[in-house]
Nanobody, 114 residues
Framework: QVQFVESGGGLVQPGGSLRLSCSAS????????MAWYRQGPENEREFVAG???????NYGDFVQGRFTISTDNAKSTVYLQMNSLKPDDTGVYYC????????WGQGTQVTVSS
C-alpha cells in the first residue's frame, strides 16, 4: 500500500531553488504530523523539516533558514520549499510521518551541482 509519493526533485545549480511535493494517503495525513527526511550518497537518512505536536515547525541544523515546510490539507500534500541550495543538499528526499516512521516511499532525487 503506497502511502507517500514524492516529486519535484531534479538537478539545480548551487544557489538555486526547488519545491518538493509529497502526496500522502488521506488517513495518514490526517492522523500524523508530517516531516521530510533525506539521505545523501554516503550518509544515513536524516531529519530535514517537520511539524511538531504543538503545531509548530522545526528544521535540521543544516537548514539555517533556507527551507520551509508547508501543507495543503485539502490535497493531503506536504511541501518543502528549498532555497539557496548547496552541493551538500544532494540526496534523495522522502516524506513520512514525524514521530512514527511508516513504510518509506520512493523519494525524489535532488542533485545540486554546477
Amino acid at each position: 500500500q503506497v502511502q507517500f509519493v514524492e516529486s519535484g526533485g531534479g538537478l539545480v545549480q548551487p544557489g538555486g531553488s526547488l519545491r518538493l511535493s509529497c502526496s500522502a494517503s488521506r488517513n495518514v495525513f490526517s492522523r500524523y504530523k508530517m516531516a521530510w527526511y533525506r539521505q545523501g550518497p554516503e550518509n544515513e537518512r536524516e531529519f530535514v523539516a517537520g511539524f511538531t505536536r504543538s503545531g509548530g515547525t522545526n528544521y535540521g541544523d543544516f537548514v539555517q533558514g533556507r527551507f520551509t515546510i508547508s501543507t495543503d490539507n485539502a490535497k493531503s500534500t506536504v511541501y518543502l520549499q528549498m532555497n539557496s541550495l548547496k552541493p551538500d543538499d544532494t540526496g534523495v528526499y522522502y516524506c513520512n510521518a514525524r514521530y512514527i516512521n511508516l513504510a518509506w516511499g520512493q523519494g525524489t532525487q535532488v542533485t545540486v551541482s554546477s
